[in-house]
């Protein structure tokens, strides 16, 4: 009775009284996850490992929620007999993955900035560089006209 009230109010059942506790300490892992996302086939979800990271993976890639509340839930029921230490390299590890991620996207984002729109503005640059200059070469020379050959010797009164 204890077990159908607490399943009918969204609330886990007491683990220390179920008999299935002592066979698989991952069970109330599993009721857990069948409680707070029933859509979760029970038969492909007892094949997976028997690991918080391996239960928090299948079960994010079959519901819309978000990974740190599936690893509380997995976590919370998951066997506390592993080692202090591997529970600190577990969490190390999931801390690594997302600072990795930041800054791979950070430096993807720099790197796009760094060879697309410094390339784009120096080539303008040089084009409208190269094109004032030829305004500006043409225009000192049509202002300045010297005289052709034909013209100085013509002004020279030689033959005058």
């Not at 993976?57 to 839930?73: C, G, L, M, N």
């Not at 990795?100 to 729109?117: F, P, W």
Request: glycine fraction near 2%.
């Amino acid at each position: 009775m204890s077990t159908q009230a607490a399943t009918s109010n969204n609330r886990l059942p007491d683990t220390s009284s179920t008999p299935q506790s002592t066979t698989d300490p991952w069970e109330p892992v599993f009721t857990a996850i069948n409680i707070r996302w029933p859509q979760i086939n029970q038969d492909e979800l007892k094949q997976c490992d028997r690991s918080v990271d391996e239960l928090t993976e299948f079960v994010a890639a079959r519901v819309d929620t978000q990974r740190d509340e599936i690893d509380s839930v997995v976590s919370e029921f998951a066997p506390t007999d592993e080692s202090p230490l591997r529970s600190f390299v577990d969490q190390a590890h999931r801390a690594g993955e997302q600072v990795s991620n930041s800054v791979h996207s950070a430096v993807e984002r720099v790197q796009y900035e760094i060879d697309e729109l410094p390339v784009k503005t120096s080539l303008t640059n040089l084009a409208i560089g190269f094109g004032l200059g030829v305004l500006a070469t043409t225009l000192y020379f049509n202002s300045r006209r010297q005289p052709t050959t034909w013209q100085q010797i013509r002004s020279n009164r030689l033959f005058q």
